[in-house]
Antibody, heavy 119, light 109 residues
């Protein structure tokens, strides 16, 4: 059974940093690309970042480019999102998801971890 | 890249059919057969319902179907059931990125 479990969320002040983790199990992690998607309170889904199975290619939404860094450790079956220079508008639930196909649709999702940026 | 446009709400009675639209542009929805749809119940993670415009993952009821014409994709839910009441999001690939629609709240009357 595919399982994705996010952790690392919490309360952080504007300008601060946070590192999210996503522990994967039930599939061969090294063979899959992964996505991060976030959802602000009461709002819709927003794509944040994607990373290919071998970490050779990474992409980011304009809203986070230059501040967030995605990485993947296949030895630990884990996906990470390093978030720096956090802003109020980064507040929300962050989901990791397994990516499929050439279009990176997400076939399995974690339950999410809440990030709150507030002074 | 702008968000895809979805109606904020849709509704139907049990047993009826409902169609939710998702309008984009020629460089996202219209340019690729890479539209996916997600169902999200309150407080839960999204669930993949349709990928690549009209493909249904294993386990998703065949009451859910997808189509596309030009820059507009559609999710059709036939034989509405109470458990279909949820938020639905479309998504499209666009030049190595992913964009989502604003979401549609589906109410089963």
């Amino acid at each position: 059974e595919v399982q994705l479990v996010e952790s690392g969320g919490g309360l952080v002040k504007p300008g601060g940093s946070l590192r999210l983790s996503c522990a994967a199990s039930g599939f061969i992690f090294s063979e899959y690309s992964m996505n991060w998607v976030r959802q602000a309170p009461g709002k819709g889904l927003e794509w944040v970042s994607s990373i290919t199975h071998n970490s050779n290619y990474k992409d980011y939404a304009d809203a986070v480019k230059g501040r967030f860094t995605v990485s993947k450790d296949s030895a630990k079956n884990s996906l990470y999102l390093q978030m720096n220079s956090l802003r109020d508008e980064d507040t929300g639930v962050y989901f990791c998801a397994r990516a499929r196909g050439n279009d990176w649709y997400s076939d399995y999702w974690g339950q999410g971890t809440l990030v709150t940026v507030s002074s | 890249q702008s968000a895809l446009t979805q109606p904020p709400s849709a509704s139907g009675s049990p047993g009826q059919s409902v169609t939710i639209s998702c309008t984009g542009a020629s460089d996202d929805v219209g340019g690729y057969n890479y539209v996916s749809w997600y169902q999200q119940h309150p407080g839960k993670a999204p669930k993949l319902m349709i990928y690549d415009v009209s493909q249904r993952p294993s386990g998703v009821p065949d009451r859910f179907s997808g189509s596309k014409s030009g820059n507009t994709a559609s999710l059709i839910v036939s034989g509405l059931q109470a458990e279909d009441e949820a938020d639905y999001y479309c998504s499209s690939y666009a030049n190595s990125r992913v964009i989502f629609g604003g979401g549609t709240q589906l109410t089963v009357l």
